[in-house]
């Protein structure tokens, strides 16, 4: 089980880096979508099969296919292409690659300091995760399902076009 | 012979002795790694097997289908009562050109078909077939069937968009909005059962309706969410009526509109796979599974529905439910786009978060029909 978590990790960093640098904006989702399926398959070998499979089914099988969805709608060609070229040149890459190879050591550090880290021996039950959702974190559970409704009612309001006004009059 | 009888007896009404292919190759890792290796290539087989014998015997189902309800006679020609008509077309299909168009993008052009249907074979590993007929039960089985189906219509649209054709992307869009819509509906039809059997391994769900089936079990919840979920699950794959990603009038074929040869049959035995699986689901969830039908008290009745193997009941089920969903696709003209959101959002969707309301309070008070345990 070590072996596929490390494999899946690998894996998941690569096509995260491939997602960033791909310049065919569906190429990079696709990746992401990759990415996103080694980071559930990290979860089931740590023991939560559960929190696997909702990885898959919300990020990679709703919120990408919603991103590939508003890819597709825009229809970027190759004017695309040559944007994303002028904007990232070679050089961009220097600063936020340092700051990030800093934080990852950074995180490595943390990591190697703090020898409780272990992988956990046990598979966590779905009615576990409930009990946790709907006991002590129910706070955190309500705080989330108002910021979606937000959402909801920011959706709304971007269609909604007015009271309806009658057939064939235009103003 | 009486013994042998009182035998098949026991094995028929007893306590079901359940037991899938990977706990079989996980007992005997300790022993020796070649039975392991056995095993999986045995599901691996099994599973080519059933994917080939039900697109030959699907598509034939639906050519008939559709002749008796046009009144034609169907295919007849090749073999008798045409039943070598499909195996004809998979030889015309392997042996046709495979057309890439020229500005597509090659790479996802090619890995379009074998996405749509590595999603579909995924699924047939988890499905309970009889008590030892099942490759692999996950102990969340219901939530890795919604989550590996969902991730079909990446096929779909990287189809529709590698292809380079209007058509196709129009086709692709379609399907993305609509599986991503219905697929709600289905879910939370399929949730409404795991209240009830308070678990979600799709084994556990067979096994908890020893006492009744759940569809009539619960005063009419589980009668609603097995419409629900027939409805929105046959417009998640794409059929008749709601077959507007590859309406012929208007789309030519929709996303699959520059596919030909090998590549086309993959998206096209995807589909009647597809259908398969819904109906073995719909059995599974709804009508019991390899359970055979019980009437509490009637242990002579019981006997004799107890000597029908299991996997015959599945498979009876099943083909049921496909031939219903094969009656809908003569019988009902196609939706219009609008119609079809109008459907899911404002009908489908508010009757099933009634229902799984309703659900949870016969849960809450334990009021089902037919006690049991």
Redesign the interface.
Same mark, same amino acid.
């Given at each position: 089980m070590n072996a596929v978590f490390y494999m899946a990790s690998a894996v998941a960093v690569l096509t995260t880096l491939l997602a960033i640098t791909r310049r065919?904006a569906?190429?990079a989702l *696709?990746y992401l #979508?990759v990415s996103l399926l080694a980071v559930a398959l990290v979860f089931f070998t740590l023991g939560a099969? *559960?929190i696997a499979? *909702?990885e898959? !089914?919300v990020y990679?099988?709703?919120i990408v !296919?919603?991103f #590939?969805?508003v890819v597709? *709608?825009l229809?970027l060609g190759n004017a695309a292409r040559t944007q994303e070229r002028v904007w990232l040149p070679k050089g961009a890459w220097r600063a936020p690659g340092a700051l990030a190879l800093l934080l990852g050591g950074l995180l490595l550090y943390v990591l190697k300091q703090e020898s409780r880290w272990m992988p956990v021996d046990r598979?966590v039950?779905?009615k576990e995760v409930a009990r946790a959702l709907f006991g002590p974190y129910v706070l955190a559970v309500e705080i989330a399902s108002v910021l979606l409704l937000a959402g909801l009612i920011g959706a709304y309001y971007l269609v909604w076009r007015g009271p309806i006004r009658r057939p064939g009059r235009r103003d | 012979m009486q013994n042998a009888m009182s035998m098949i007896l026991v094995a028929a009404t007893g306590p079901w002795a359940a037991k899938t292919v990977a706990e079989r190759a996980s007992e005997s890792l300790d022993t020796s790694l070649w039975a392991v290796a056995a095993y999986m290539v045995l599901a691996l087989l099994a599973v080519v097997v059933l994917v080939t014998l039900l697109g030959l015997v699907l598509i034939y189902a639906e050519r008939k289908i559709a002749g008796r309800f046009q009144c034609r006679v169907g295919p007849m020609r090749v073999g008798p009562h045409g039943l070598l008509q499909t195996v004809a077309d998979t030889f015309k299909l392997l042996l046709k050109e495979d057309i890439i168009p020229t500005r597509a993008d090659q790479a996802m052009h090619l890995l379009a078909p074998f996405l749509c249907m590595g999603a579909t074979v995924l699924i047939i590993a988890v499905l309970p077939y009889s008590p030892t007929m099942q490759i692999l039960d996950l102990n969340i089985g219901v939530l890795f069937v919604t989550a590996v189906s969902g991730f079909g219509v990446m096929g779909i649209l990287l189809g529709g968009w590698s292809s380079n054709n209007k058509w196709s992307l129009i086709g692709a869009m379609r399907s993305g909005a609509q599986i991503i819509s219905y697929e709600i509906s289905a879910t939370l039809a399929l949730l409404v059962v795991v209240l009830f059997a308070g678990t979600m391994s799709l084994r556990g769900i067979v096994e908890s309706q020893e006492a009744g089936w759940w569809i009539w079990r619960a005063h009419g919840v589980g009668l609603i969410s097995f419409i629900v979920y027939l409805i929105a699950s046959t417009a998640e794959i794409n059929r008749t009526p709601f077959d507007i990603p590859e309406g012929e009038s208007e789309l030519t074929a929709g996303f699959h509109a520059e596919y030909s040869g090998l590549r086309f049959s993959f998206f096209f035995l995807s589909e009647f796979i597809n259908m398969f699986i819904v109906s073995a689901l719909a059995a599974t969830l709804f009508l019991g599974g390899w359970m055979p039908f019980h009437i509490g008290g009637w242990t002579t009745f019981n006997n004799v529905m107890g000597l029908i193997p299991p996997s015959l009941w599945f498979a009876g089920k099943n083909l049921f439910v496909i031939f219903v969903i094969m009656w809908f696709r003569w019988t009902f003209p196609r939706l219009r786009v609008d119609q079809l959101m109008r459907l899911e959002w404002k009908i489908l969707l508010p009757i099933g978060f009634a229902n799984l309301m309703a659900a949870s309070l016969v849960v809450l008070s334990n009021f089902y029909f037919f006690p049991g345990k």
């Amino acid at each position: 089980m070590n072996a596929v978590f490390y494999m899946a990790s690998a894996v998941a960093v690569l096509t995260t880096l491939l997602a960033i640098t791909r310049r065919e904006a569906v190429h990079a989702l *696709l990746y992401l #979508i990759v990415s996103l399926l080694a980071v559930a398959l990290v979860f089931f070998t740590l023991g939560a099969p *559960l929190i696997a499979a *909702l990885e898959v !089914i919300v990020y990679a099988g709703a919120i990408v !296919i919603l991103f #590939i969805f508003v890819v597709m *709608l825009l229809n970027l060609g190759n004017a695309a292409r040559t944007q994303e070229r002028v904007w990232l040149p070679k050089g961009a890459w220097r600063a936020p690659g340092a700051l990030a190879l800093l934080l990852g050591g950074l995180l490595l550090y943390v990591l190697k300091q703090e020898s409780r880290w272990m992988p956990v021996d046990r598979v966590v039950d779905v009615k576990e995760v409930a009990r946790a959702l709907f006991g002590p974190y129910v706070l955190a559970v309500e705080i989330a399902s108002v910021l979606l409704l937000a959402g909801l009612i920011g959706a709304y309001y971007l269609v909604w076009r007015g009271p309806i006004r009658r057939p064939g009059r235009r103003d | 012979m009486q013994n042998a009888m009182s035998m098949i007896l026991v094995a028929a009404t007893g306590p079901w002795a359940a037991k899938t292919v990977a706990e079989r190759a996980s007992e005997s890792l300790d022993t020796s790694l070649w039975a392991v290796a056995a095993y999986m290539v045995l599901a691996l087989l099994a599973v080519v097997v059933l994917v080939t014998l039900l697109g030959l015997v699907l598509i034939y189902a639906e050519r008939k289908i559709a002749g008796r309800f046009q009144c034609r006679v169907g295919p007849m020609r090749v073999g008798p009562h045409g039943l070598l008509q499909t195996v004809a077309d998979t030889f015309k299909l392997l042996l046709k050109e495979d057309i890439i168009p020229t500005r597509a993008d090659q790479a996802m052009h090619l890995l379009a078909p074998f996405l749509c249907m590595g999603a579909t074979v995924l699924i047939i590993a988890v499905l309970p077939y009889s008590p030892t007929m099942q490759i692999l039960d996950l102990n969340i089985g219901v939530l890795f069937v919604t989550a590996v189906s969902g991730f079909g219509v990446m096929g779909i649209l990287l189809g529709g968009w590698s292809s380079n054709n209007k058509w196709s992307l129009i086709g692709a869009m379609r399907s993305g909005a609509q599986i991503i819509s219905y697929e709600i509906s289905a879910t939370l039809a399929l949730l409404v059962v795991v209240l009830f059997a308070g678990t979600m391994s799709l084994r556990g769900i067979v096994e908890s309706q020893e006492a009744g089936w759940w569809i009539w079990r619960a005063h009419g919840v589980g009668l609603i969410s097995f419409i629900v979920y027939l409805i929105a699950s046959t417009a998640e794959i794409n059929r008749t009526p709601f077959d507007i990603p590859e309406g012929e009038s208007e789309l030519t074929a929709g996303f699959h509109a520059e596919y030909s040869g090998l590549r086309f049959s993959f998206f096209f035995l995807s589909e009647f796979i597809n259908m398969f699986i819904v109906s073995a689901l719909a059995a599974t969830l709804f009508l019991g599974g390899w359970m055979p039908f019980h009437i509490g008290g009637w242990t002579t009745f019981n006997n004799v529905m107890g000597l029908i193997p299991p996997s015959l009941w599945f498979a009876g089920k099943n083909l049921f439910v496909i031939f219903v969903i094969m009656w809908f696709r003569w019988t009902f003209p196609r939706l219009r786009v609008d119609q079809l959101m109008r459907l899911e959002w404002k009908i489908l969707l508010p009757i099933g978060f009634a229902n799984l309301m309703a659900a949870s309070l016969v849960v809450l008070s334990n009021f089902y029909f037919f006690p049991g345990k």
